[in-house]
């Protein structure tokens, strides 16, 4: 809550210190593709606050979610297949900045840089090895299905992207972007996300 709290702060902050502020919401949905999972939806609602004519600082949450986490291995020449987690769910609280590149008639082109907050729940589960007992190689490998733990966790992250707004009338833009976050669970152990996103800005 208190990072909640920070920053609607700097958002009213930011209302209040420029004389003619030109604020947007944004909805939009898309894709996520975790590094090594299965793909899944996005859906979020932003809010853009225009700081110049080059600068737009941000505001955005929503959730993300997929499904299985894929594992897979060798062993004497043999390829086995599974996963070890299931039905992620992730709610972003993301702050950030986009810079405007080129603007084109009713085409923009931006970049975004952006730092926020994930909480993310999933469902992880035993993987068993059978090995055969006289050589010990692993003759099969599955999910036990009948097992498995909740795991909440709460990670910070950060992103960049890149993305392009095309001008429907004054007061309704679309937008198309691909971003990169990652999330970092410890300094050998870095989670990586794309997304597909697109949407509607529409002025405030």
Known sequence: MKIISVLFTLIVLSSNILSQPLDKMKISGGLIIPSSAIKGFT????????????FKFYLYSGIYSWDKNQVSFQDNGKYFSGYSED??????L???SRLIISSIRTFTVFANLELGYN??????????????????????FYTDESKHEKVKESIFGFGVGLGVTQTINENISFMVEAKRNTLPKSLDNLITHYYLNAGILISI
């Open 43 to 54: 859906a979020n609602i932003e809010y853009e606050h225009q700081l110049n004519t080059k």
């Open 87 to 92: 039905e992620h769910r992730l709610y972003p």
């Open 94 to 96: 993301y702050i950030g």
């Open 119 to 140: 909480f993310i729940t999933y469902n992880v589960y035993q993987n068993v090895f059978v090995k055969d007992e006289s050589n010990k190689y692993v003759i099969s």
